[in-house]
Structures are given as structure tokens and as C-alpha cells.
């Protein structure tokens, strides 16, 4: 009678778990993920631009030269196609029948962390040169009191739901913990009237912080991180300071009348959106000199693209954005700089 009983209460757990799993996995699909591998959600929700590039087989040591590009979006394919301008330039340069094959994961938005983070998920692949331009996205984390930010700048939603994801690997065989994080984490932020900034604007009333640059240590935990999982991957990796333009004897106010200080472009940006102008040139700044510390101390190669670009308001549709001339010019740069290193075979 006992065993009866017991296998009664196993076979009816059982069946409530598994009826549990499924409605909560059918919960998660109508947000968006997959039924049967959940984590894939990481590039489905967040990562789009990796989702053709993870399921590849990319390899270091065959005839086609891979080359990935990690930036936000003034080297993204929408923005700029510098891989379609890349390409071009090298293969006017390299005529003995060399392929070259480019994956541009840069994306608009996306900071050091979501670079690095895309960097470590592809950690099947292995390329012959990885290009890394980004340091003005960092600044809108920077526009919050310091009590209220955090080093994983979770003080973005979008990065707090990232590393959520990524701390339940066996989200693809039970999600039951992973739901059970969520809704904690929701309680606690109701609790403890948790700050969240946008990922995509400033909050007008915290512009005044933005002038301390609490990213500094992010960003160089990030680019150390970088480095690192590029040396030991075997990948040749190429970092290059950030080129802005900010007129000079011009008080920029984020307003359409910015424009006429620029290029005319079909698409610009203001500069409010990373914070207050000289908050924004300020963190341009200090993450540049933490690229260059650290190429010296790790023996990186390294363009220095901000002293590279011309000062010439042609070449830029807002403080960060390349224009058609810019974005040549970015291209011939690079390629040169490629070519005259041997960074490629």
C-alpha cells in the first residue's frame, strides 16, 4: 500500500513539474523564446546580429580570411557597411585569390559590455582579425547618481535582463528557476524603488551626473577582457580610439539647428542622447586613454583613429557618425593601417 501511494505521489509530481514546464515555456514563447532551447534567446532578444554568425563553422586556419567587426553603430553594416568598403579596398590589394569573409556584429547602442559579451557567445569561431571601434555608448550609463550605478550597469534594464538570462544556463532543460529569478527580481526593484535608465536616451533630470565618468573601470574590464579572450583564442585583434567632432566655439544643444555644423546626412544623431555635450566629449576622452593604456600594456595593435580623422565638419553627420566622405576616408584608414601591419596573411 505504501509503494502504491509513493509511486502514486512520484507519477502525479511528475506530471504536475512537466504540465508546470510546458505553460511556463509556452509563457516564454509568446515573449519571444524558443520553446526548446530558451537561451536562444540571448541572440534572438537581444543579439539579432549573431544569430548567422554563431550557427556558422568560421575558422582561422583555412584559405578564407574572417574577419569580425565588434562596434556600435558608426561601423555597422546599416550606418556605415564598412565591410562592404573593407572588402573592397583589400581585395584591390590582395590579387593572388585570397577570400575574405566579413562578419559585422557592430550594432547601434551597444556598449563595450554587450561587445565583449557577443565576443565571448562566439567562442566557437576563430578569425583571422577582429576589428574593435566603441567608446560614446558608454555614456548614457554614466547620466544616473552614483549611489544608483552599477560596474555591470544593471542599471539598465536591458543589461539587467541580459545577465539574468546568462546567470541560468539550465535554462534549456528546466526554466522553472529562471522564472522564479524574475519575478524576484521584479519584486525587489518594486521593494527597493530600483533607478533604471534608458539604454537608448537620458532622462533629462539626470543629465548633471553625467559628467562622472563611473564607466572608466567597466570600460576597461570590458577591453581587458577582450584582449584576453583574443590571445588566448589565437585571434589577432586591432583596437582603435574614437574619432568625435565636437565644433569648435559651438555650444551644441541637441537641437535641429546642431545640424548645420555638420555634414548633411540622411541620418544623425544629437548628442543629448548620450548625455550633456561636454559630458559626452569628456567620456570620449577618458575611454580613449584607457584603449591606449591598455595597448601598451598588452602590445595590441592599435589605429589611432582620433588623431587620424581630419577635424572637418564634411566628414561627420553629427559627433560620432561618419559621413559618405567620413566613412571612405574610416575605410582607406583602416585597410592601409591593416595591410601596412601584416595583419592579415
Not at 527597493?192 to 535608465?197: A, D, E, R
Not at 584576453?228 to 569648435?248: C, H, T
Not at 576622452?285 to 584603449?291: M, P
Amino acid at each position: 500500500m505504501k509503494l502504491r501511494l509513493v509511486l502514486f505521489n512520484t507519477v502525479f509530481f511528475l506530471i504536475l513539474f512537466v504540465c508546470t514546464e510546458v505553460l511556463l515555456r509556452l509563457t516564454l514563447v509568446f515573449f519571444g523564446y524558443p520553446f526548446l532551447q530558451p537561451s536562444g534567446y540571448i541572440c534572438k532578444g537581444f543579439y539579432k546580429e549573431l544569430e548567422a554568425v554563431e550557427k556558422k563553422d568560421i575558422k582561422s586556419n583555412d584559405k578564407v580570411i574572417d574577419i569580425l567587426i565588434l562596434g556600435g553603430s558608426v561601423v555597422s553594416t546599416p550606418w556605415s557597411n564598412m565591410e562592404g568598403r573593407l572588402d573592397t579596398i583589400l581585395r584591390k590589394t590582395y590579387r593572388n585569390g585570397e577570400q575574405f569573409a566579413f562578419y559585422n556584429v557592430a550594432a547601434a547602442g551597444h556598449t563595450s559590455l554587450d561587445n565583449r559579451l557577443k565576443y565571448e557567445l562566439l567562442d566557437k569561431q576563430r578569425f583571422d582579425l577582429v576589428i574593435y571601434y566603441e567608446a560614446i555608448n558608454e555614456n548614457r550609463a554614466n547620466n544616473i547618481p552614483a549611489k544608483d550605478f552599477y560596474p555591470d550597469y544593471s542599471h539598465i534594464k536591458w543589461y539587467s535582463d541580459i545577465h539574468l538570462l546568462l546567470a541560468h544556463p539550465e535554462i534549456d532543460f528546466i526554466v522553472t528557476p529562471y522564472i522564479c529569478a524574475k519575478l524576484i527580481r521584479a519584486v525587489k526593484d518594486l521593494v527597493t524603488h530600483k533607478i533604471y535608465v534608458s539604454q537608448e536616451k537620458v532622462n533629462p533630470v539626470f543629465v548633471k551626473y553625467g559628467g562622472d565618468i563611473k564607466t572608466a573601470a567597466s570600460y576597461e574590464k570590458n577591453i581587458d577582457t577582450i584582449i584576453k579572450i583574443a590571445q588566448k583564442r589565437g585571434d589577432k585583434l586591432l583596437l582603435m580610439s574614437y574619432a568625435s567632432y565636437f565644433p569648435p566655439k559651438v555650444k551644441l544643444t541637441g537641437e535641429e539647428s546642431d545640424m548645420k555644423h555638420f555634414s548633411n546626412c540622411n541620418y544623425a544623431s544629437p548628442v543629448i542622447i548620450w548625455g550633456a555635450p561636454g559630458h559626452v566629449q569628456k567620456g570620449i576622452e577618458v575611454h580613449n586613454q584607457i584603449l591606449r593604456k591598455l595597448v601598451l600594456k598588452n602590445h595590441v595593435s592599435f589605429l589611432d583613429m582620433a588623431k587620424r580623422m581630419p577635424a572637418d565638419s564634411s566628414f561627420f553627420c553629427d559627433v560620432c557618425h561618419v559621413s559618405e566622405p567620413g566613412a571612405r576616408y574610416f575605410a582607406k584608414e583602416v585597410s592601409s593601417f591593416i595591410i601596412e601591419k601584416k595583419l592579415i596573411r
